[in-house]
């Protein structure tokens, strides 16, 4: 049987094309996919700034239903709508025994080293994947994944009650962070981007102030140095927009690195002020065993994300996103087998 896929075949070149479907292997199931999240991540894949290896079919955010159910595998069937976690892990090596399995020795991810789900089928060992009540919807489900990677992050962060905080985008990642934030008990939640109408949903689902991405320096004069915040987030990725939002970081302040750069970027941070603010540098990387968490908090409708989904394409339309198809008024863009 074949199947569509949408294959980066090398940095920049990308196709739509039939490959056979997947067979489900002892341990494994396979899920005819639904909805599939298009995250920068893939972005940075689809440009050859990522850890993939090509060629490659990415999709590492999805839903769907169980279409076949490996050998030794319990507790699923056939027709069951599922989404999972992405991330494989050993189980066995020193960051795996150590609570640190997104820096696993082995580690392997489906859609960014092993078959996507950009794809109408997708491979999934069946430990990974999780069963979703009615309540939530297919494109609800494909978000899970990136709710995983804000809970991980807000468990690195651990946000005191009260702190006050500044975000850095508010593109569908910040728009998770302005509710997980607010959520968490932050006083003051102040949210920059670009896009007007970004800034706009963020007042409503929890920001107590938005600053347009231009006005910056004039809006935020007086909350440099001292008078900075305890939080700063970015999830923007943007160096020059890291390098700028340090000067915001106040007394025993946390920076939290979310959005992704390219491997090679860096920027100039005053180690005196480092030192003198007693600053703490949080990186955040994809998710570790908080896919649960996440759904527990969709499940319960503690965090809304189907108005994050912006756009719906198929793989042909995919392919023309990766092209360069973007919107300043795309959100999360999910590719729909629905
Ligand atoms: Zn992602
Ligand atoms: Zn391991």
Known sequence: MKMKALVIESPRQAVVRELPVPR???????????????CGTD???????YLSPYPIVPGHEFSGIVSEVGE????????????ADPNLSCGRCRFCLS?????????????????GAMAEYVAVPAELAMRLSDRLSFAEAALVEPVACVVQALRRLKPGTADSALLFGAGAM????VQ???????????????AEEKLEMAAKWGATRTVPGGRVAEELEDRRGKNGFDIVVDTTGIPRVIEDSFQYLGPCGRYVQFGVTTEEATVALRTFGLYQMEWTLIGSMALNH???????????????????????????????????????????VQISFE
Not at 104 to 110: N, P, Q, S
Request: include cysteine; hydrophobic fraction near 45%.
């Open 24 to 38: 489900a292997k002892p341990g494994e199931i396979v899920v005819r996919v639904k909805r599939a999240g298009i």
């Open 43 to 49: 972005i940075h894949i689809y440009n050859g700034e």
């Open 72 to 83: 030794g595998v319990e507790g699923f069937r056939e027709g069951d709508r599922v989404s």
């Open 99 to 115: 609570g640190r399995a997104n820096h696993c020795e082995r580690w392997a991810a489906i859609g960014v080293t092993l078959p």
């Open 174 to 177: 910040g728009q998770q962070w």
């Open 180 to 194: 997980a934030l607010a959520m968490s008990g932050v006083s003051e939640l102040v949210v920059v981007d670009l």
């Open 290 to 332: 908080t896919f649960a968490p996440a759904l527990a908090w969709l499940e319960a409708g503690r965090l809304s994300v189907g108005h994050l989904v912006t756009r719906e394409l198929s793989l042909e339309g995919a392919l023309e996103f990766f092209r360069g198809d973007r919107r300043s008024s795309d959100m999360k």
